[in-house]
């Protein structure tokens, strides 16, 4: 008989599930779980728990007469649909829920003969992080060294087909058919008398990312006026690529990233960071709980805690609150880069194509 447990954590909102052959031993301590329970072999699944409520042995769910069971072995309890068992033994139906330590854990029974069962190919131990995926112990191992990579087109901005063995071409056209962008430095007298359409700024953002987005943030807190920066970009909200990333990982908005985020990229200062912003919120929506849990886990953190994790709405959202109040919607302008030169009166130029793909240098 097998057993689905869907694992979900109460601060991080994260799930997780993984299919189990009875009977099964849960705990936080994988040296402290019984390797046999009434003679047979044990399906042990680890709670990562730095808080350390979840009892190194805490609770063993078996089958007997066809009857589901789950059994307390633990300091502070084991909730059955929110009903305390302490040290007892009870009765489980499919789709009761668990409560132990941070975890609420799903039970679903797969009957025996279901066509639709999952095949367990092997009983080894299984780790439930509430801030990550389900590692099986079996699989933790070093991958092997790769060279591959992560492209983008560099005038769509979409993600391309991954060749790691291609060799790269050489560049041609704008600007490179420019004899005087060949040499180490660009006169700009050259430059002035080649007719390509020149625009002078004091400073310039190659590529509209995030990166680009706090050095133009700091710029803009330092005094710098819109009108002295500009920001050349495929990408229309700094942020964009990241996303797209992120729907590529199936982590859609309202999810949290898989990234440690201690400061914002909208806040150079770093005070308050999204868990705090969290905790606010959490506190004046009556949430006390949760709060308690946001400020716990910051402040904890990485010794007793795992680092905190934004959700991906927050991330965007107070960045487009920080790019219209720096304004950066003006200081945008589409530009596809091509590439960038030093002149020899100690500047820089940028040979960069627009949308109707006319040549410009900055």
């Not at 131990?125 to 801030?131: D, G, V």
């Not at 990234?259 to 606010?280: H, K, M, T």
């Not at 886990?297 to 934004?310: C, G, L, N, R, W």
């Amino acid at each position: 008989m097998q057993i689905k447990l869907i694992s979900e954590n109460k601060l991080t909102e994260e799930q997780e599930e993984q299919v189990f052959t009875l009977p099964v031993a849960i705990g936080r301590d994988i040296t402290q779980l019984p390797a046999v329970i009434n003679g047979e072999t044990v399906s042990p699944v680890v709670l990562l728990d730095s808080n350390k409520q979840i009892s190194r042995f805490h609770a063993q769910i078996t089958l007997d007469n066809n009857e589901l069971y789950v059994e307390d072995k633990s300091a502070n309890g084991t909730q059955v649909n929110g009903e305390k068992l302490l040290n007892q033994r009870r009765t489980l139906n499919s789709g009761d829920r668990l409560g132990i330590g941070n975890h609420t854990i799903t039970v679903i029974l797969i009957p025996s003969g279901d066509e639709n069962a999952t095949v367990v190919l092997e009983n080894n131990s299984t780790i439930f992080n509430p801030q990550s995926e389900i590692i099986p112990v079996s699989r933790v191992r070093k991958l092997p060294d790769s060279q591959s990579s992560i492209i983008f087109n560099p005038y769509t901005d979409a993600l391309e087909q991954q060749t790691p063995d291609a060799v790269p071409s050489q560049p041609a056209g704008f600007p490179y058919n420019l004899n005087f962008w060949n040499g180490e430095k660009v006169s700009p007298e050259a430059i002035r008398r080649s007719g390509i359409l020149v625009r002078e700024t004091e400073y310039v953002a190659c590529g509209g990312g995030m990166g680009s987005f706090v050095w133009v943030d700091m710029l803009r807190i330092a005094g710098v006026k819109p009108e002295n920066i500009k920001v050349l970009s495929i990408q229309d909200k700094p942020y964009k690529r990241y996303e797209s990333l992120l729907k590529n990982c199936q982590i859609p908005r309202h999810k949290r990233i898989r990234s440690g985020s201690d400061s914002c990229p909208d806040n150079i200062w770093g005070w308050p960071g999204y868990a705090l912003r969290d905790v606010w919120r959490a506190f004046f929506s009556g949430q006390v709980g949760a709060a308690l849990g946001f400020l716990w886990q910051v402040f904890a953190e990485p010794v007793y805690a795992d680092t905190y994790t934004p959700r991906g709405k927050d991330v965007f959202e107070s960045m487009d609150r920080e790019s219209d109040r720096i304004g950066w919607g003006k200081m945008l302008e589409y530009g596809s880069i091509r590439s960038l030169r030093q002149t020899e009166d100690g500047r820089y130029c940028i040979a960069y194509s627009t949308r109707g793909n006319a040549s410009k240098l900055s």
